[in-house]
């Protein structure tokens, strides 16, 4: 169970030298706007995934002023320690140095969710790839292989098809056909198992964050054109052939993965037309059936939610709060300091932001 027993941030945003110690359960943290609350989230999911949900810009991420940033972290039996320079980033676990961040997201799986990286119901086909793909990765360690490999192949045949060469397409082609099938096989077999995971109990839980769970509902698009069986590699690697024409025409290849999607619709109407309330809520009812799989997968990932009053009344925030709870999961959580919360308070431990100064109450 991935559980963060001591932190230290260092000259992350407006947090210039904090410690603390969390509950292994629930942690909430209370401040007024600006005080820090977000960029709290932001550096744990930092730790987790060597990258920002707001910003690729380092300069942002670092103190004014300063020069780098440090996060450090007691994860389980794991040291976990990130410095950032302009020049450099140091990983390492254990005194070991990371290569690559992958590493980082299996001792520290995080799942977050906040309206500033935006929510999955009616998200930018983008966002909704990174939250499903996340999910795929902690059930099905090779996806992460296959997507490198296939971004490389990808590459190369939009290389080749920008120069106009046909030589060693054929073989991009097969390449790509693969791994796409592989790729799509992994995600289907995910929603598939979530679907499954959406269990009379869970949608009885779940029922009074929103009355018709039931017909939430959403569907697997595969980035392939509909004539082509996206699961088989013949089928692929045929209409990529047959396309050879059109793909030199367009110089790039504006299907496969990279272009996959999801779908969401309640009660058959489709995710563009729920309101802005609904959208959040079945984002939740998503990221929370997403959350109880893994740890039916015994992975137990650490759940980040920012500003968790904001558009949600005291009955949701409660059921949400319960849920998580049975799963006995870590939280980090902020809010503004509204009075919905009733937290229990043998199993959490509540801080105070006062200008990026954290303090245990
Ligand atoms: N690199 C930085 N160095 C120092 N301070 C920064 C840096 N980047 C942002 N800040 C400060 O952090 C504060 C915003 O913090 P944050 O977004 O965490 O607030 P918040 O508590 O989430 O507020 P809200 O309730 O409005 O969402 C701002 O006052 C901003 O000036
Ligand atoms: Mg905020």
Redesign the pocket.
């Known amino acids: 169970m991935a559980v963060i027993y001591k932190l230290a941030i260092t000259q992350f945003?407006?947090l210039n030298h904090q410690y603390i110690e969390p509950h292994k359960h629930l942690n909430l943290f209370i401040?007024?706007?600006?005080?820090?609350?977000?960029?709290?989230i932001e550096a744990i999911y930092y730790l987790g995934h060597n990258r920002s949900f707001k910003t690729k810009s380092l300069k942002?991420?670092?103190?004014?002023e300063q020069q780098k940033f440090q996060l450090d972290a007691q994860v389980d039996d794991y040291r976990i320690k990130l410095e950032k320079t302009k020049q450099k980033t140091s990983i390492s676990i254990n005194q070991n140095r990371l290569k690559n961040s992958s590493e980082l997201s299996k001792v520290l799986p995080i799942q977050i969710i906040t309206p500033d990286k935006g929510f999955i119901v009616n998200g930018t086909p983008k966002n909704k790839r990174s939250y499903l793909d996340w999910g795929v990765f902690h059930v099905k360690p090779d996806f992460l292989s296959d997507f490198k490999k296939y971004n490389k192949a990808l590459k190369n045949i939009n290389i080749l098809l920008s120069q106009h060469k046909d030589q060693e397409l054929d073989y991009w082609f097969l390449q790509i056909a693969q791994l796409s099938a592989a790729i799509n096989q992994s995600r289907q077999d995910y929603l598939e198992q979530l679907k499954q995971t959406n269990s009379p109990e869970l949608i009885n839980d779940l029922s009074v964050l929103f009355k018709s769970v039931e017909s939430f509902n959403y569907e697997f698009k595969s980035g392939w054109p509909k004539e082509v069986d996206a699961y088989s590699v013949d089928s692929i690697y045929q209409y990529l052939l047959k396309s050879k024409g059109f793909l030199f025409k367009s110089k790039y290849l504006n299907y496969g993965p990279h272009k996959a999607n999801l779908k969401f619709y309640l009660n058959d109407q489709e995710e563009c037309f729920l309101s802005r309330g609904e959208q959040k809520t079945l984002s939740i009812v998503f990221w929370l059936t997403q959350v109880s799989m893994l740890v039916d997968n015994n992975i137990q990932p650490i759940v980040l939610i920012?500003?968790i009053s904001s558009e949600l009344d005291a009955t949701k925030i409660q059921t949400i709060l319960c849920f998580l709870k049975r799963l006995k999961i870590q939280i980090f959580m902020?809010d503004?300091g509204s009075n919905l919360l009733k937290i229990d308070v043998d199993n959490s431990r509540i801080f105070k932001?006062d200008h990026?100064v954290i303090t245990q109450q």
């Open positions: 945003r407006n401040a007024n706007n600006a005080h820090g609350k977000t960029n709290f942002e991420l670092i103190e004014f920012d500003d902020t503004i932001i990026g």
